[in-house]
């Protein structure tokens, strides 16, 4: 898939944001890949750095075929609590100079 063009569904970047939270999420995955989820769909990709019980474990978690027992959180990912904030700033950063670019026309 060439650089996550396609995660314009919500059911795409929540699938994107499960592999990542499944896999570990090491830094550089998650840079290269969750960054259009957090750009295009941050209600979405937050959930990278949570924990819904009601989603991730129990029964949630079976009807996604990972276990009775599995839960996840940002702790299942390999980022610090500092670089997940110096990396949701420089998504804000991104973020913001997109839509400037959007308001004046320019691509």
């Not at 944001?17 to 209600?43: A, C, R």
């Not at 474990?57 to 904030?85: H, K, L, P, W």
Request: hydrophobic share 30%.
């Amino acid at each position: 898939m060439d650089t996550w063009e396609n995660v314009k569904s919500n059911s795409s970047a929540e699938r994107t944001i499960q592999i990542l939270k499944k896999s570990g999420g090491s830094k550089e995955w998650i840079k290269h890949y969750g960054k259009q989820v957090f750009l295009d769909k941050p209600e979405i990709a937050l959930k990278l750095f949570t924990n819904d019980a009601s989603e991730n474990s129990g029964a949630g978690g079976m009807d996604q075929g990972y276990g009775a027992d599995y839960q996840e959180s940002y702790d299942s990912i390999s980022m610090t609590i500092e670089e997940i904030i110096d990396f949701l700033g420089k998504i804000e950063e991104e973020s913001q100079a997109i839509n400037g670019r959007n308001r004046t026309g320019r691509a």
